[in-house]
């Protein structure tokens, strides 16, 4: 196993560490009109104060991390990106999460976000297995020094193995090294599919996260609530997911943080990594007086 690596970011607040052995990070997906017609509405109506609203909730509910997407048909990406960075780097001081396929809305985000904050150091997502993925995020990343989330796809899709999953992530990482950017940068997220299609698929998640631990000694991120989807009680079963993910070596959760942030700052206390239980009772305190 390689040795443990730390993951650096920045907003204008303290850095972000996301490493073994630390509070696993909580990363805010709210800001991302998929499933949200509000949002998407206001966005392609070029309305940006829902975005400020959701950037100042998540963070006030314990986000420590942003994920700012404006990817909604009718939008102009290259234009509205960096405007919708910019509005919460001005809100909020965590480190911001840029969030888009688009190159050119990419390269335009993170010229933004040097522009208004020289010294910080914001987290790309995302780059995966693919050719054309590979040619068009890495050299920004490199370009930029931000970090990058790798996706364990290709060409083919969303391996059924975690075997065949270690090996996108091992080309992800060595790309990426090539480039110039250290496999500290690479946060790797192995991905999470529904256990109501098929009930194996949390388990081979969470084999290709003790995998890509071991083999590769990156940190690692995952949008959890995949593992639900379909399903009731949906926050039970995310909760027991992630419980299991955390110990298996999840650094870096991609959630609501309102929901469920009180699992991830659980799964930390049994973990050790609540000393004297004093975040786990610190957010107790905070929710039961709101």
């Not at 997906?29 to 206001?42: D, F, S, W």
């Not at 509205?80 to 396929?101: F, G, N, Y």
């Not at 194996?200 to 995949?226: C, D, F, P, Q, Y």
Request: with cysteine; proline share 5%; charged share 20%.
């Amino acid at each position: 196993m390689r040795g443990c690596v730390e993951t650096i970011l920045k907003g204008r607040g303290k850095p972000v560490i996301i490493a073994d052995g630390r509070p696993t990070a909580v990363l805010g997906e709210r800001i991302n009109p998929t499933g949200k017609k509000k949002l998407a509405a206001a966005l392609v109506a070029g309305d940006l104060e829902i975005v400020r609203q959701e950037a100042a909730a998540q963070v006030a509910a314990g986000a420590d991390l942003l994920d700012v997407n404006v990817g909604a048909a009718g939008v102009d990406e290259v234009s509205l990106l960096p405007q919708a960075v910019r509005l919460v780097m001005d809100t909020v001081s965590v480190p911001i999460v840029i969030d888009t396929p688009n190159g050119q809305a990419l390269a335009a985000a993170l010229a933004a976000h040097r522009e208004l904050n020289p010294d910080g150091r914001p987290l790309v997502n995302s780059v995966n297995g693919e050719e054309a993925s590979l040619e068009r995020v890495l050299p920004l990343v490199a370009e930029y020094g931000a970090a990058v989330i790798g996706l364990c796809m290709d060409e083919q899709g969303i391996p059924a193995t975690p075997e065949l999953r270690l090996a996108v992530a091992a080309k992800i990482v060595e790309r990426a090294e090539a480039l110039g950017i250290p496999r500290k940068d690479v946060v790797i997220d192995c991905l999470a599919l529904t256990v109501g299609a098929d009930t194996k698929a949390a388990l081979t998640t969470l084999e290709a996260i003790r995998m890509v631990k071991s083999e590769l000694g990156v940190n690692t991120a995952l949008g959890a609530s995949n593992v639900s989807f379909g399903l009731p009680e949906r926050e039970v079963l995310n909760g027991a997911f992630l419980a299991m993910a955390i110990a298996a070596g999840l650094n870096c959760v991609i959630v609501d943080a309102a929901k469920v942030r009180p699992f991830i700052l659980a799964a930390d206390l049994v973990l050790g990594r609540d000393d004297y239980a004093m975040r786990y009772i610190k957010a107790f305190r905070q929710r039961s007086r709101g």
